[in-house]
Nanobody
């Protein structure tokens, strides 16, 4: 079982920056994928950024060049640095993990390919 707890959300003006963090605990096998998703009111959950145990990183086109995902092994956190924020980035941000003992996992941005989720942290960007 993996437990995920997000933190660091808040309110910022357009053009500003925020860093959200996801503290994870439990069993993480050698093969894993970890990601950040977001969901705005009335919209479907969308993948923002993902990484896997092989070092591959994927970003949604809407955040490329502005967001950076990273994993801090010393602190057991998955972080998302968000720069040049836009009002359309306003959403609840969730971290997600899938880990397996045996086969390699791609850095997917599809929510159906994750089975552990945090409760979310709100990010609000004002114009």
């Amino acid at each position: 079982q993996v437990t995920l707890v997000e933190s660091g959300g808040g309110s910022v003006e357009a053009g500003g920056s925020l860093r959200v963090s996801c503290s994870y605990s439990g069993v993480i096998y050698n093969s894993y994928r970890m990601a950040w998703f977001r969901q705005a009111p009335g919209k479907e959950r969308e993948g923002v950024a993902a990484l896997n145990s092989g070092g591959v990183i994927n970003y949604a086109d809407s955040v490329k060049g502005r967001f950076t995902i990273s994993k801090n092994n010393a602190k057991n956190t998955l972080d998302l640095q968000m720069n040049s924020l836009k009002p359309e980035d306003t959403a609840m941000y969730y971290c997600a993990v899938l880990t397996r003992r045996d086969w390699a996992l791609v850095a997917s941005l599809q929510s159906r390919e994750y089975n552990h989720w945090g409760q979310g942290t709100q990010v609000t960007v004002s114009s």
